[in-house]
């Protein structure tokens, strides 16, 4: 019967929401109603609910399809349909749960001239530092958040991009955030011994090479690569794969001792295969030994919490690596300065629920699909599935997303956008914010989002969901119960065919 279904259904929220009470009286008080609304859709997506969600859309019933900001609620209003009444307290309804996302989203991003669109934020390069023109027409152009990404630069240059906007602020009357990106673990490619020829390292599919620490001793006629980051390769184990240069080529460890692995090229996505120095490595399969916050953010950090309104924790992986950057951030500043959570890494996606609940111990904070090092973490192929899970598990904390990476980026560097780029770019609609990286183009790239965003933001809420069992909901309760019949836990499946 479907009221029985969905009777189990809610008997399995309100019993993940009992078994977590230590950690809904952890979060900010004003986070409570999306932290126990964040463990009912985490509950919820324990379960199979694709046969009950066909019987209630054939009942002329909601399917729990859009359910993720109010999913106890929504459970609920299912069952007075069905005859079944509750006295118990109010849960988040979806008027509720969008009105706390659109407060948010104004108290990270800031108020907006077009309601009906996301908010805009533009990466600044050098030349922001001087150009006080182009940013004010940045502005005039829609930008509400300028992006400094503090891989680059310096505080003086930061300072001077940050100058320029607020003048074009004061003389427009336009709003406008500044958002600092930490830089993260620096993991580069440096050119080792044998094979160097004019900053680069000749390689071939199948042909087996060297990666090694910087300081590695290698022989004289060794075919290596260096890694900048210690203790990277000692983490290796055979079978793992390494990517480098946003994933153009892929090695797999064969043999790993200390600070020399032996690496075998198995993909090389280029016509003359080439591995230069200072491109990005990725280690998908293994545990670094790294720390989400080096000590050149931390020596930033004062900076930062003087002149910025918002934070990016690049390469964030476990709540306690957000936990130390809210109280470092709290000993600088005392105005709240938000964190958005870039979401980069395989573990950061794994650990995306306890990511969220960490982050909801400060009144607004937000997250950030960076699907460049995302995508090649996870590979390409699963980069559609894993950000709408994101989405999906954003929305239901009630916090605003940034849609970021490559929006647009042909046309920023080329003035013509490819067809693909602009159903990408109508996708950003479900996101709360788009972020645009740099480029020749950049108001024309401006002016062509607003027209897309506008045209599609109308649509993004009319989608259908059908609810396989979602794995990060499961990691969660497996790694948080407290219990050991403690429901919900393993892919179980709705019971909903009506006879």
Known sequence: ML???LLALRADMLHAEREHQALLQSVHPQQHVSARNLLHYLSLRCHDLRDLQDDLHNAGLSSLASCESHALHQVEAVLKHLGQHFSEGAFCDYPTARRILQQRATALFGPKVNPHIPHLMVTFDTDMAENYA?????????MNVARINCAHDDPDTWLAMIRNVRKAMRATGRPCKIYA???GPKIRTVLLAKGRKKGRLKVSENERFLLADEDAALAPDAKAIGCTLPGAVAALRPGDRVLFDDGLYEAVVEKAEGSIASLRLVRASAAKPRLRAEKGINFPDTVLPVTSLTEFDRSVLPFIAQYADIVGFSFVQRAEDVAELQTLLRQYTRRPLPIVLKMETFEAVQNLPSLLFQGMHEATFGVMIARGDLAVEIGFERMSEIQEEILWLCEAAHAPVVWATQVLETQAKSGVATRSEVT?????????????NKGRYMLAVLDSLRDILHRSGGHHLKKRYIFRPLSIAEGFFK????SPNTRPAGRRKAKSREK
């Open 3 to 5: 009221r029985d279904a």
């Open 134 to 142: 182009q940013v004010k027409a940045f502005l005039l152009a829609g």
């Open 181 to 183: 990106d930490l830089a």
């Open 424 to 436: 990408d770019a109508a996708r950003a609609a479900h996101a709360e914010c788009v972020m645009l």
């Open 479 to 482: 790694r948080t119960s407290t």
